[in-house]
């Protein structure tokens, strides 16, 4: 395997304004009101206790598959925090300390845990091979938070977080309110002219049932997948609508900050009320389906807001024969990568099945697939870090495109909007025979119009 | 020696059993509190219990998970487990013992007890031996991890030789290593990573319930650290 050599910088990606001096007490002052404020003390006490350090989470996770090295074994990359909480931040730690004069958290531990805690993508699967539970995709969202609260987090992440809280755009990729409305003419004239009918992107309807999310992203990169989705909603007759005063589903506050998670998620909620919707909905987008769907309880202080993702609302529409696909549209050779944060929970897996299965004839399964399927290399955030794109492919991505290559599929469908990026590199990087697209990209070549 | 065997097996035997009850009432106490204010301090405190009840006694039994990853060791590891519960408790020599703490109930016959404590050594052994030659579970080790697995082993040995025709060392000494190594590991039981025995059923809801953040926490550690609840990103 080859990756290259870390780069001369001390921090393997940009960081704004790194703090350079103090950085041990800095990251135990952090911790602390993390601690005190959190719900994570109980737990990272209840796993200081019965970390069994059996290996078998090694083999469940795909980055240590590749790189082979130790320092990559989830338990391991857990160990780090663990250490450092029960060193300082338990009895039985300060009495070791005590009796056998071990010392605490250094700046090496610091380097170790922001290099090693942006390598895991934080895909959570090493949980299902872990015989006590572990969850150490949350250990590495704490260390990020922490290393967040003490200046040390990508810039790249950073700065979308700050458009969508404190810009006048208020989404990641700064896209003004006209640039949304000329795009989603552009699109419905696209629909005219392919489709031959007219198809609305509702704008700002106040009362309609659905209140629309999409990653932003997609306004620039996925045209076909919001074509899709359009043609789905009006042929079935739904009432949906996306709102300008926030349109934007991503929330990488779930990726190093509870802080900007808990924001995003309440500002999509405000928005909701604004146009006195009912439902959130969340387009193909896998961390922006499990932030709201998983967070929107956490953070609503009103009325409860259901969350469906364009996935579950699409099938319920096919079942309910409110749209109808034709079977003879798609010919090429299928197949569909499971987002990490669609499966790991056990919420969307068959879903996507039963639509492809309804109008594609050649779909294959990659191995391993549903809740087991790995993740594309670029989770957690990291397939916006330009900086560690060697690492995200030749370490993380390598397995998927293995994964890939073996399905012999002409076409992988991926909704997620940081695996399609992710995805896109992979094919390009290690020259796969095939194109990635979106489920509704599909679903817009084959939907009947009415 | 016969004296001091009475009183390991004695007050030294209900003195170690006092102090893992004590400590494990002490760790009870600590997780199911933490546990506890976590939910309530949770903003969504709808938790799945079914499904992680479910999951936590599928892994239990793991005949489902077993082999989705070291399968070898994994089975290895899950026969050892069965000695190793079933052997302390239900031995018709420790019953005796238990006993003596006003505990009682049912024996297994010596020759099922003799079969799951060489299934136990061997299944230990290979543990011990993955431990030492296995490059993931080495690197991840610390002494800890290998004396707890010594002393079980030893544990199980003592026992097992102690009445055999074949043993060369007298009994008494070799009852006194046991008992002796026995008190040992119920005092490290509630202290050591041994606790997972006791505290296996809550991990799966505690680990969910530790996904439901406080509401306000984020702000609540901005007033912490800088003074106000909302810092510049």
């Known amino acids: ?450 | 020696m016969e004296q001091f065997l009475e009183f390991a097996k004695g007050s030294l035997f209900a003195g170690s059993f006092v102090i893992m009850v004590l400590g494990l009432a002490r760790t009870a106490f600590i997780t199911l509190w933490g546990t506890k204010n976590a939910l309530d301090k949770a903003g969504d405190k709808n938790i799945p219990y079914k499904a992680l009840i479910k999951e936590t006694f599928e892994w239990m039994i793991p005949i489902k998970h077993i082999t989705n990853s070291r399968s070898a060791i994994s089975i290895v590891s899950v026969v050892f487990h069965i000695g190793l519960i079933i052997v302390p408790l239900f031995l018709l020599d420790h019953i005796l013992l238990w006993q003596k703490l006003g505990l009682s109930w049912p024996g297994i016959p010596a020759a099922i007890a003799n079969v799951l404590t060489i299934t136990t050594i061997v299944t230990g052994g290979i543990l011990l031996l993955n431990r030492i030659f296995h490059r993931d579970t080495r690197f991840l080790s610390s002494v800890i991890d290998y004396a707890l697995l010594v002393l079980i082993l030893a544990i199980f040995i003592n026992g097992f030789i102690a009445s055999k025709p074949f043993n060369p060392i007298p009994y008494n000494l070799v009852m006194v290593i046991h008992v002796m190594a026995g008190n040992l590991i119920l005092i490290l039981v509630p202290f050591s990573k041994l606790a997972h025995c006791f505290l296996y059923p809550i991990m799966r809801i505690a680990s969910n319930i530790a996904w439901h953040f406080p509401a306000r926490a984020g702000e609540e550690v901005n007033k912490t650290l800088y003074g106000e609840e909302n810092k510049k990103v």
């Open chain 1, 1 to 450: 395997m080859t990756i290259k050599e870390k780069p001369k910088n001390k921090y393997p990606y940009y960081i704004e304004a790194p703090l350079e001096y103090k950085r041990v007490d800095a990251f135990l002052k952090a911790f602390s009101a993390i601690l005190e404020h959190s719900n994570y003390k109980f737990i990272l006490d209840l796993y200081t206790r019965i970390s069994m350090k059996c290996a078998r989470c090694a083999s469940g996770c795909q980055i240590y598959q590749t790189t082979g090295k130790p320092e990559d074994i989830p338990c391991y990359r857990s160990s780090i925090l663990l250490r450092i909480y029960k060193r300082h931040f338990t009895l039985g730690g300060w009495m070791k300390s005590k009796l056998t004069g071990g010392s605490g958290i250094t700046e090496k531990d610091i380097d170790e845990m922001l290099e090693s805690y942006y390598q895991c993508t934080a895909c959570r699967r090493c949980t299902f091979y872990c015989p006590m539970g572990i969850e150490h995709g949350m250990i590495t969202h704490l260390g990020r938070y922490i290393l967040a609260e003490i200046g040390i987090v990508p810039k790249a992440l950073q700065v979308s977080v700050r458009e969508q809280l404190e810009g006048a755009s208020k989404n990641t990729s700064a896209i003004p309110v006209p640039a949304l409305i000329d795009t989603l003419e552009f699109l419905e004239e696209e629909i005219e002219e392919t489709k031959g009918i007219k198809v609305k992107f509702p704008i700002d309807v106040e009362g309609a049932e659905y209140v629309f999310f999409a990653p932003v992203s997609d306004y620039l990169l996925e045209a076909d997948t919001l074509m899709g989705m359009a043609c789905v909603l009006q042929t079935a007759g739904i009432s949906w609508t996306i709102g300008t005063g926030n349109y934007d589903g991503i929330n990488y506050g779930l990726f190093y900050s509870d802080d900007f998670l808990g924001k995003i998620v309440r500002n999509e909620i405000d928005e909701v009320r604004r146009l006195k919707g009912k439902k959130i909905l969340i387009g193909e987008c896998g961390h922006a389906s499990r932030t709201a769907k998983n967070f929107v309880p956490t953070y609503n202080e009103g009325s409860e807001i259901p969350v469906v993702n364009l996935l579950e609302l699409t099938l319920k529409l096919l079942e309910e024969g409110k749209i109808e696909l034709d079977p003879n549209v798609i010919t090429e050779k299928v197949t569909y990568h499971d987002p990490c944060n669609y499966v790991r929970s056990g919420w969307i897996i068959e879903q996507p099945r039963k639509i492809i299965k309804s109008f594609i004839k050649n779909f294959v399964e990659m191995t391993p697939n549903g809740k087991y399927n790995l993740c594309c290399g670029g989770g957690g955030g990291t397939v916006s870090v330009d900086e560690v794109k060697d690492f995200r492919m030749n370490a993380a991505g390598k397995k998927k495109a293995d994964q890939l290559r073996a399905t012999g599929a002409d076409i992988v469908i991926t909704p997620c909007a940081n695996c399609k990026k992710q995805i896109e590199e992979v094919i390009e990087y290690f020259d796969l025979p095939m194109k990635r697209m979106g489920l509704h990209d599909l679903i817009l070549k084959a939907i009947k119009l009415k």
